[in-house]
């Protein structure tokens, strides 16, 4: 059975950094896309990025590119989101998602993935 498990959140003053760690098991981890979504109350649930685990490529939409990394351990089957100069929106429900094969790369939509995790609450105070 595929588990993600993410962790890391929490609350911190705009211009501040966290790392979510995105925690895998039940499946081998290579070869499948993974997607960091976000998503705040009220709001539709927003792509933030995608890593495709066989080769590393990445894909950020413009609201994060530069703020926001993402990276694996392998050996850990984790992927990380590192996220600098937070701004207060944001503020969101972070979640880490799976399908296998190839990323979209900007195309990815939150029905094209088949594995949830529970979420981790990221909260940026100005």
């Known amino acids: 059975q595929v588990q993600l498990v993410e962790s890391g959140g929490g609350s911190v003053q705009a211009g501040g950094s966290l790392r979510l760690s995105c925690s895998a098991s039940?499946?081998?981890?290579?070869?499948?896309?993974m997607g960091w979504f976000r998503q705040a109350p009220g709001k539709e649930r927003e792509g933030v990025g995608e890593f495709y685990t066989g080769g590393g490529n990445t894909y950020y939409p413009d609201s994060v590119k530069g703020r926001f990394t993402m990276s694996q351990d392998r050996d850990k089957n984790t992927l990380y989101l590192q996220m600098n100069s937070l701004k207060p929106e944001d503020t969101a429900m972070y979640y880490c998602?799976?399908?296998?094969?190839?990323?979209?790369?900007?195309?990815?939509?939150?029905?094209?993935?088949?594995?949830w995790g529970q979420g981790t609450q990221v909260t940026v105070s100005a």
């Open positions: 039940g499946y081998m981890y290579s070869s499948y896309c």
């Open positions: 998602a799976a399908h296998w094969g190839l990323c979209r790369y900007g195309g990815s939509r939150a029905g094209d993935f088949d594995y």
